[in-house]
């Protein structure tokens, strides 16, 4: 087991310019998430035995690999409509419709790690030092992903394929109406989809506007279920490393990702065998405020011996990460590995 | 030296017979301690769980719930689905609708471990309601009623903690009277 603690130092923390969209769903629901509010709850269990920890608290790493700046990427695919956009957008997008707009370009970061809290050094510590050096994999896993996948659900222009060879599959708007229910992506976990009328048919949400079919989603546990084919649509691309270790995925033939979801594949035939992982896609940043809804300690039993909350610091768990707060401000103090 | 044989066999045979009792222990967070078994084995093994074990395998979000990382299923009971009426039934069991039932069952799902005393510590310390992030379409609140804990999704269902949790390898159970889904969103 590997415990690795990121801080990033204050000055340096990757800027954030934070564009929101307006959106209104079929069902109007509100699922707003934005950030604020941090976690006010603070369960003292624990081991208060462990000794001489440091809890990640600032300080206890060894002093940074340097400042990487993560260049000038650009997500290409935000605002304006998803529908045929190249590349993926099907990526990890903060709840509430409101898709953030990362600007990396500009970030200049220096990333401390810390030496796990006292926890020995372990099977691939070297490894990871190599990747530390190069800086691929070194950064925030979540970042990799908004990085390889972009950050909304991706439209797929026309009507599915399945659904195309049915009589009935994609049926004009005005039949559609009477025929198929409407839902609000935001029920599928699908946030930061453009606005629209969204029908589910058969495993997909498809969108209308107007009087014409704009495109679909493909959904989980239906064009995205078991046994189904992987679709072409949805080129695969490696995830970072640290979520294939975390997750145990296996090599990148083996797994596929959409929208905050991990999937198994055949590696052969590339047929959907089981769903390996959910992600919360919760945006979580040093030097920002926890988002709403880490108010309860959920830290996976086998760290607790090691982050507890304390008055010094509180800790909480998303995505293969526990995050450091500190409880007078509530702000993301450090980023803690957790790769088994 | 008699004596004292058959003491350590009358130890050895109660230690014998405690462990024949099964894996099941009390943890110092009021929940059950099945941690030597995954999420799925669990529920599985739980008769007032099956029919949100069934969901589980049709939608394939067992390989989560076997996996590696850590999640807490707040995991309807058989009573709860049951009282979604015959016509809801239909619609989670037809297999052209199973992303609809993916999609009910991630709203039952938070990440990391936490557990009924660790959410009521969470709101005694925050002097009212506390939230988690879920997998499905938004936050949970959960809140005190009387003596219970009262979970609610965003769309306003609400649903009571079981005191029953279980703490498995990779996360925890804990079952809830109700299941969290807007009825709308299970009209044919």
Known sequence: MRIRIRRLVAAGTASLAMAFAPLAFAQGQDNGRGNGGGPSAAEGNGNPSSGNRDNGNPGSG??????????????????????????????????????????????????????????????????????????????????????????????????????????NGCLPPGQARQAYRSYNPGFFSLFGADRGDYFYNDGYLLRYRGDSLLGYLPLLGGALGIGNVWPDYYEPQPLPAYYTDYYSLGDARSYRYADNVIYRVDPETAAITSVAALLTGDQIEVGQPMPRGYDVYNVPYRYRDRYYDTPQARYRYSDGYVYSIDPETALVASVIDLAI | MRNWFKNFAIAFGLALALSACGS????????????????????????????????????????????????????????????????????????????????????HMVPGALTPDAIRAAIDSNGGEVSMTSFGAGTLVFSIDGADIVVTNETGQQSRLSEEAVIASNGVVVPIDSVLVDPAALEQ
């Open chain 1, 62 to 167: 060894n002093p940074g690999s340097g400042n990487r700046d993560n260049g000038n990427a650009n997500n290409g695919n935000q605002g304006g409509s998803a529908a045929s956009a190249p590349g993926n957008g099907n990526a990890p997008t903060a709840r509430g419709g409101q898709p953030p707009q990362v600007d990396r370009g500009r970030s200049s970061r220096a990333v401390e790690r810390g030496n796990g809290n006292g926890v020995g050094n372990n099977r691939n510590a070297g490894s990871r030092g190599d990747r530390a050096r190069d800086g691929a994999e070194v950064d925030f896993a979540l970042r990799g992903l908004r990085d390889a996948f972009g950050i909304r659900p991706r439209l797929i222009e026309g009507c599915p394929p399945g659904l195309a060879k049915k009589r």
């Open chain 2, 24 to 107: 099941e222990t009390e943890s110092a967070a009021g929940a059950d301690d099945r941690s030597g078994d995954p999420l799925s084995e669990v529920i599985g093994g739980d008769a007032s769980l099956a029919i949100a074990m069934g969901a589980f395998e049709r939608t394939g979000l067992v390989g989560v719930i076997a996996g590696d990382a850590d999640y807490t299923v707040f995991a309807p009971t058989d009573t709860a689905f049951q009282a979604l009426g015959d016509e809801a039934s239909t619609l989670l069991e037809d297999e052209s609708r199973r992303a609809i039932l993916a999609a009910i069952l991630r709203e």
